[in-house]
Antibody, heavy 119, light 107 residues
Framework: EVQLVESGGGLVLPGGSLRLSCAASGFTFSSYEMNWVRQAPGKGLEWLSYISTSGSTIYYADSVKGRFTISRDNAKNSLYLQMNSLRAEDTAVYYC????????????WGQGTLVTVSS | EIVMTQSPATLSVSPGERATLSCRASQSVSSNLAWYQQRPGQAPRFLIYGASSRASGIPARFSGSGSGTEFTLTISSLQSEDFAVYYCQQYNNWPRTFGQGTKVEIK
């Protein structure tokens, strides 16, 4: 069974940093591209970032470009999102999601981790 | 950026009735369109890909259609577990974009 488990969320001050992790199991992690998607409280879904299987190709949404960094460790079956210069508007549930190709939908999602940016 | 617009924002339907949800793209996304279901407090669930193909394990009452800029998700006979928010998403261009969602509520 495919499982994606996010961790690392919590309360952080504006301007602070946080690193999210996504632990993958039940599939060959190194063979799948991965994404981060977030959802602000009571709002819709916002795609944030994509990383290819090797990590050589990365894309970001304009809203996080220059502040967030996606990475992966295929040996540890893990995906990461380093978030710097956090703002109140970054408050959201953050999901990792698997895709089976660059031109493919998000076929499996984690349960999400809540990030709250507040003083 | 491709803007995805869903309508209506809220759809009130009685159990057993048909629900028809619309999604429009600001430019062609070919058939690279997916639908997701999100129940309260849960992660999104993958329903439809390629505009009309059901994901593994998705009941046949869910069907998708369309291509280019106009897409439809139809739920033929609503069950209690189908009352949720539904999102469309294009994966034809970067950045990937989602519609704002359609809430299907019990009438």
């Amino acid at each position: 069974e495919v499982q994606l488990v996010e961790s690392g969320g919590g309360l952080v001050l504006p301007g602070g940093s946080l690193r999210l992790s996504c632990a993958a199991s039940g599939f060959t992690f190194s063979s799948y591209e991965m994404n981060w998607v977030r959802q602000a409280p009571g709002k819709g879904l916002e795609w944030l970032s994509y990383i290819s299987t090797s990590g050589s190709t990365i894309y970001y949404a304009d809203s996080v470009k220059g502040r967030f960094t996606i990475s992966r460790d295929n040996a540890k079956n893990s995906l990461y999102l380093q978030m710097n210069s956090l703002r109140a508007e970054d408050t959201a549930v953050y999901y990792c999601a698997r895709v089976s190709g660059m031109w493919a939908p998000h076929d499996h999602w984690g349960q999400g981790t809540l990030v709250t940016v507040s003083s | 950026e491709i803007v995805m617009t869903q309508s209506p924002a809220t759809l009130s339907v009685s159990p057993g009735e048909r629900a028809t949800l619309s999604c429009r793209a600001s430019q062609s996304v070919s058939s690279n369109l997916a639908w997701y279901q999100q129940r309260p407090g849960q992660a999104p669930r993958f329903l439809i890909y390629g505009a009309s193909s059901r994901a593994s394990g998705i009941p046949a009452r869910f069907s998708g259609s369309g291509s280019g800029t106009e897409f439809t998700l139809t739920i033929s006979s609503l069950q209690s577990e189908d009352f949720a928010v539904y999102y469309c998403q294009q994966y034809n261009n970067w950045p990937r974009t989602f519609g704002q969602g359609t809430k299907v509520e019990i009438k």
